[in-house]
């Protein structure tokens, strides 16, 4: 959103369907490189929380959604990564609503937007690892909930222990790139008027 003070009318129309189609590839690279490297976190809404930053909600969904298609295809499609659509849809709102109501504008924002988002990705998470699959989706992390299912935990309970540890580091690797960006160019629209 804050880059359409930077341009003119004529312009933004290609430049958010070229930032949304860049930002699907990218979420797609990095989650499938981070597949291939077995770190245990996504990197699949790095971009979906840019877009929601700089572009707001419908390029954001349209990320958000078509990012996980990507990285099904990417995988080979084993069907794990449909499901979490709805997490990236989630971070997308959630990113949005803190750019609309002000509450993207200092590092203490930035990091509230982290804690909310991990939260609010981790039950989600939980829910559709829980309901859908059974506690395993064949990622990485899947062996930290095993190891705490063992203890006598619900699967519930050990995937949103897992997840909230993972996704306040994965919603931070996202969070923080775009907060930066946005400042960088809300100075830059600042010093155009």
């Known amino acids: 959103m804050v880059l359409y003070y930077l341009i003119d009318r004529k312009k933004r129309n290609l430049l958010t369907v070229s930032a949304i189609i860049t930002a699907i590839l990218l979420n797609g690279l990095f989650s ?3 597949n291939l490297m077995g770190f ?8 979906t929380v840019m877009t929601a930053s700089l ?5 954001a969904v349209v990320v958000g959604l078509l990012s996980n298609c990507f990285i099904e295809l990417l995988n080979g499609f084993p069907g794990s990564y449909i499901p979490f659509t709805a997490v990236n849809i989630l971070t997308a709102l959630v990113t ?3 750019v609309k109501t002000k509450h993207f ?3 203490t924002h930035a990091f509230w937007l982290i804690i909310i988002l991990s939260a609010v990705n981790s039950l989600a998470g939980a829910l559709i690892v829980t309901f ?13 909930v095993k190891s705490i299912t063992v ?4 699967v519930f309970s050990a995937s949103f222990f897992v997840l909230i540890v993972v996704n306040i580091v994965d919603k931070g690797l996202a969070v923080l790139p775009s907060f930066f960006l946005y400042k960088k160019i809300q100075c830059l629209a600042a010093g155009e008027k």
């Open 32 to 34: 499938y490189l981070n």
């Open 96 to 98: 949005t609503f803190f």
């Open 132 to 144: 859908l699959f059974g506690g395993t989706t064949e990622h990485g992390i899947d062996n930290l």
């Open 105 to 107: 504008e200092t590092a």
């Open 151 to 154: 203890s006598g935990k619900s």
């Open 40 to 47: 245990p976190i996504f990197l699949n809404s790095t971009f």
């Open 55 to 59: 572009f707001g909600l419908w390029p």
